[in-house]
């Protein structure tokens, strides 16, 4: 197993993309990389080095090595995105441990290789506060990579005059994740950062101390030291590194295409030498602190090399970057950013506006929407209620027909029981009229007289 660690803009693309030559390796580029978090696999085709400017070696998309890994969503299997920063120092500090996902993580990296019978080959720009730890679990060949600190800075402001601040916005990003780092601490009080900017000190100050402090830490637990500079201007150290290279690992690459090339920097000329002497005397107690020999050595001569080139930039470009000062360019720079941010504030003021008179519209809609289910339910309950009155009143019309009926069988009923009382009447005179009759005819002479012959006939009955 093969892991590059580096910074940024240090050629280690380029480095990686004469590994990825060899038949013999899987090359998996940036293997810490935020984007792993939630590429597709339709995307592998499309980050490339021709997507931005990149200046790294024509070549096919930087992730397609991590096909096999992508989840039908997106994303890298086992990939999560705090790997890229938050994780960046363990939390245990730099001689901690890596986090148990971290290692699933560059396992299936590794053993997906070995199945195919593959060397792998890992790039990181965002491994070096755990180079040691990666190595603890991962032993392999573990190569630090790195370039002359002001032809890197330089080339993080080129970038930054492309449109493309990332590189300066990883240094705040770097120290802000992992204040757990006493030092990241101390660098995060001694200069405040703010939104980066290609001419601030602070920012400068604090790249350049930050890697200070990560090579003097971690520089011995590296097997291999590649210096990108020297590749470029001494054919002999460059073959003796090709010869490292395939003596620890069996792979050959090719690496006589190294280029060296700076761009520029806009950091204050006339504020060269304060910035020169706060970075030595920062950098003499990290040196001082670093926790070997060749953990001081190396930081030392990063250091020189850095001061040398700085000086030397500031000899011959000094002037033309005060010309390119608040007068020249960067003042031209300047005016357009704030007119840029002026018409960026109309333009949020406007949408704000805009998301205001949308939320009102909104509020209004729901509003209205609301009114018409009040009024389709009371529509409804009216209905309702007619729909009961009407029964109510079908029901009245019953009953009031029932009474009719009732009241003309109670009238049949009364006409029927006065005619049987007339009746009744009738036939109680009649029978008084016959008792009476009876009674006269009981008490007269003829009844008395005739009594002994009734009785005879009752005898002969």
């Known amino acids: 197993m093969i892991f590059l660690h580096s910074s940024f803009r240090v050629s280690s693309t380029w480095l ?106 890992l790039s990181a720009t965002r491994s070096l506060g755990r180079l040691r730890a990666i190595k603890t679990e991962f032993p392999g060949l573990h190569i630090l990579v790195y370039r002359n600190l002001f032809h890197q800075w330089c080339s993080y ?94 792979v050959t690459i090719d690496l006589s295409d190294v280029r060296n090339t700076i761009a520029f920097s806009f950091v204050v000329p006339e504020k060269s030498e304060q910035v020169l002497d706060q970075i030595k005397i920062v950098a003499d107690v990290v040196i001082a602190n670093a926790p070997s020999s060749q953990g001081r050595a190396f930081a030392s001569k990063v250091l020189t090399e850095f001061a040398e080139e700085y000086s030397r930039y500031h000899f011959y470009a000094g002037a033309l970057v005060a010309v390119a000062g608040n007068s020249g360019l960067l003042g031209q720079r300047n005016r357009l950013r704030a007119e840029r941010d002026g018409l960026r504030a109309e333009r949020d003021s406007l949408l704000a506006e805009r998301d205001g008179l949308r939320a009102e519209r909104d509020s209004l809609l729901a509003e209205r929407d609301g009114l018409r289910a009040e009024r389709d339910s009371l529509l409804a309950e009216r209905d309702g209620l007619r729909a009961e009155r009407d029964s109510l009143l079908a029901e009245r019309d019953g009953l009031r027909a029932e009474r009719d009926s009732l009241l003309a069988e109670r009238d049949g009923l009364r006409a029927e029981r006065d005619s049987l009382l007339a009746e009744r009447d009738g036939l109680r005179a009649e029978r008084d009229s016959l008792l009476a009759e009876r009674d006269g005819l009981l008490r007269s002479t003829s009844w008395r007289l005739t009594a002994p012959i009734r009785a005879i006939r009752k005898l002969f009955k």
């Not at 939630?38 to 992730?63: D, E, M």
């Not at 363990?90 to 890596?98: E, F, H, M, S, V």
Request: net charge negative.
């Open 16 to 121: 990686w993309s004469r590994f990825r030559q060899s038949d013999r390796v899987i090359a998996y580029c940036e293997v810490f990389h935020e984007m792993l978090a939630t590429i597709t696999r339709t995307q592998l085709n499309i980050v490339t080095h021709s997507t931005w400017y990149s200046k790294h070696p024509v070549g096919a998309g930087y992730f397609l090595e991590f096909l096999p890994f992508i989840r039908d969503e997106g994303g890298v299997d086992n990939f999560t995105p705090s790997m890229s920063f938050e994780r960046f120092v363990p939390t245990g500090g730099l001689r901690g441990a890596i986090s148990e996902t971290e290692r699933a993580y560059i396992a299936g990296l590794i053993a997906h290789a070995e199945r195919v019978g593959k060397i792998p080959v």
């Open 157 to 250: 402001t080129e970038q930054c005059l492309h449109d493309n601040p990332h590189f300066l916005t990883t240094i705040r990003t770097t120290i802000e994740a992992n204040q757990h780092d006493a030092f990241f601490r101390h660098l995060r009080d001694l200069y405040p950062l703010d939104i980066p900017e290609i001419d601030s000190a602070d920012y400068f100050c604090c790249f350049v101390l930050l890697h200070l402090y990560l090579y003097a830490q971690m520089v011995d637990g590296a097997d291999l030291v590649i210096d990108v500079n020297r590749l470029c201007s001494d054919g002999d150290y460059r073959h003796a590194i090709e010869g490292q290279i395939a003596d620890a690992s069996q």
